[in-house]
T-cell receptor, first 113, second 108 residues
Framework: DAGVIQSPRHEVTEMGQEVTLRCKPI?????LFWYRQTMMRGLELLIY????????DSGMPEDRFSAKMPNASFSTLKIQPSEPRDSAVYFC???????????FGDGTRLSIL | GQSLEQPSEVTAVEGAIVQINCTYQ??????LSWYQQHDGGAPTFLSY????GLEETGRFSSFLSRSDSYGYLLLQELQMKDSASYFC?????????FGQGTELSVKP
């Protein structure tokens, strides 16, 4: 079975540029999560969706970050404009129900120069 | 506020048993999960406790005491491949709040 698929795997760009991260959850999963991982802050939940609807975006750091889920098989996390402090690994995860295990994608390693 | 506490590092030898503790303080609680993450990899699910007691999955077991806001992950018959970071995470009805992680080093 295909797991959670994220793209790109690596992204290096200059500050001020728009960055778009993509995620395809596991088919049939109703929940989708975006996380950010850094050495300093650990693994932080940014936003999560249930049935394509954003449920909790309290972890989104600021207005430069936005996330969408136009359908059950696709989500994007956008940063505009990007800043060096946004450099991190961004993970997408999905789960079937609220209490089932979350399955993580391989992550996008983002470097903002 | 919300907080999870777990040791930052643990070292053990191959074949030994190690216990990683986690204490939590959260406003909502549905259960405690454990995830493993190897360097450069994605977190992978290990275990989940919704109720008090012990859950066993092969060499790994996890325990929860809701009254003490405490849980632990027990790894038995340690192998070199168990060297990784281990995260406890509180489930708040879908939303996971992760601890800072415990880096386990298994020595020969």
């Amino acid at each position: 079975d295909a797991g959670v698929i994220q793209s790109p795997r690596h992204e290096v760009t200059e500050m001020g540029q728009e960055v778009t991260l993509r995620c395809k959850p596991i088919s049939g999963h109703d929940y989708l999560f975006w996380y950010r991982q850094t050495m300093m802050r650990g693994l932080e939940l940014l936003i999560y969706f249930n049935n394509n609807v954003p449920i909790d975006d309290s972890g989104m750091p600021e207005d430069r970050f936005s996330a969408k889920m136009p359908n059950a098989s696709f989500s994007t996390l956008k940063i505009q404009p990007s800043e060096p402090r946004d450099s991190a690994v961004y993970f997408c995860a999905s789960s079937g129900t609220a209490n089932q295990p979350q399955h993580f994608g391989d992550g996008t390693r983002l470097s903002i120069l | 506020g919300q907080s999870l506490e777990q040791p930052s590092e643990v070292t053990a030898v191959e074949g030994a048993i190690v216990q990683i503790n986690c204490t939590y303080q959260t406003s909502g609680f549905y259960g405690l999960s454990w995830y493993q993450q190897h360097d450069g990899g994605a977190p992978t699910f290990l275990s989940y406790n919704a109720l008090d007691g012990l859950e066993e999955t092969g060499r790994f077991s996890s325990f929860l005491s809701r009254s003490d806001s405490y849980g632990y992950l027990l790894l038995q018959e340690l192998q070199m491949k168990d060297s990784a970071s281990y995260f406890c995470a509180v489930n708040q009805g879908g939303k996971l709040i992760f601890g800072q992680g415990t880096e386990l080093s298994v020595k020969p």
